[in-house]
């Protein structure tokens, strides 16, 4: 055997560090890719709208749903009503968040005079919107989808872009906002004002009209169905106070009656 030379030993000292520092590098590499797709995949979905106002709108035969979107980037927040003519009509509010090109929001309705909570889905599909479908569960209340990734979006017709018809205000009224005098901004009756059910039938199938006051309740505002909004002045002493205009007049008993002479037209609480 030839003795180990001092030049060989140094040649195989070399060949150990560099192959170590080879291997070094990879794993450097391998890390730093590892890291690149948990960014990648951690990274937030960009929004699918611009931000603005936007109103959708379906129908077949006699029925309709209509949806208005307020977007800002990936929260979404706006109204929608069903009116289905076999069904009672279902106005309500939705707040969510886009996940994709799929809207998830809690829709907010009320429905024979009840105000109830449900999930919503809706896939974007270029400019039109398509709601999904799929098993549900009630959780604390509200119902909502056992699997969101199993909904199915096939069944429905689509919602087309359409105009809002926004007034002077930029209230949208045809999903039931309507500008309030008294609160200066675009309100939704029913989920701020009281409820007064036609005839004072808490059962009435009648379109309701809502009241709400001031905040020293010198004025009263009345929004009857189909009609603008009517500012209403306090008359009498405290105990022995109505509101008035013209030959209407907003009575606090039991609640609230709304009578034109001897008839009562409203009344609610």
Partial sequence: MKPITYSYFLFVLTSIILSSCGDSG?????????????????????PTLADGSFCYRTVLGKDSVLMHLKVAGNIITGGLNYDFAEKDRNTGTISGEMRGDTLLATYTFMSEGQESQREVAFLKKGEEWVEGYGESKEDKGKMIFVNTSAL????AKPLTKTDCQEDSHGCVGMVGYTWSTLQ???ILPYKTAT???????????ESPAFVHFSTDKAQAELFLPGKAPLLMERKGKEGNQSWENGTLKLIPYKGYVLKEGDKILYAGS
Avoid: H
């Fill in 184 to 186: 200066n901004e675009c």
């Fill in 26 to 46: 990879k794993q450097t590499s391998e890390t730093t890719a590892s890291t690149d797709t948990t960014e990648a995949v951690a990274k937030p979905d960009a």
């Fill in 152 to 155: 199915d979006f096939t069944s």
């Fill in 195 to 205: 409820r007064l059910n036609a005839g004072g039938e808490a059962g009435s199938k």
